[in-house]
């Protein structure tokens, strides 16, 4: 019985100074993170512009609908899946403002703005293929 208390004694003075380590690189890793990193996590990899989701979220009222648009090439490997996640990670950044078929607003990634309509007009873009529209009826 004291050799098992001796043993977990010693295994804690070991072990409890690595754990505290580890906890204080990984809290310095997370604190070099700016507030757009934080807020928009995962959602680098999906959206290829992030500017384009704050703007949206700036210019589209919060009881607004938006639409994400993707270019018409089909998908052949990895890198062209995040175009099917845009819309789901669009849709939770830009609560409680709410995706719709027919809305007005339209995200659109690589997409040729003529397809969406003469009505269509450019809001914002940044030029390689990222921008907000608004179709006025």
């Known amino acids: ?44 990899s999906i959206i290829p512009n992030k500017q ?9 009222p919060p009881s607004g609908t ?3 648009v993707t270019g018409p090439r089909p998908i052949k490997d990895v890198r062209d899946l995040t175009r ?17 078929p027919g809305s007005p607003w339209v995200i659109c990634l ?4 003529r397809l969406i309509g003469a009505k269509a007009r450019i809001i914002w873009s940044d030029g390689a293929g990222s921008s907000l529209l608004r179709v006025n009826r």
């Open 52 to 60: 384009l989701l704050y703007e949206a979220r700036a210019l589209i």
């Open 84 to 100: 099917l996640y845009a819309a789901d990670f669009a849709r939770y950044f830009l609560m409680p403002r709410r995706p719709a």
């Open 1 to 44: 019985m004291v050799l098992c208390v001796v043993v977990s004694s010693a295994t804690v003075l070991v072990q409890f100074p690595r754990a505290i380590a580890r906890l204080d690189r990984r809290t310095d890793r997370s604190e070099s993170y700016t507030y757009e990193d934080r807020e928009f996590a995962a959602g680098n």
């Open 66 to 68: 938006f639409r994400v």
């Open 110 to 113: 690589g997409c040729d703005v």
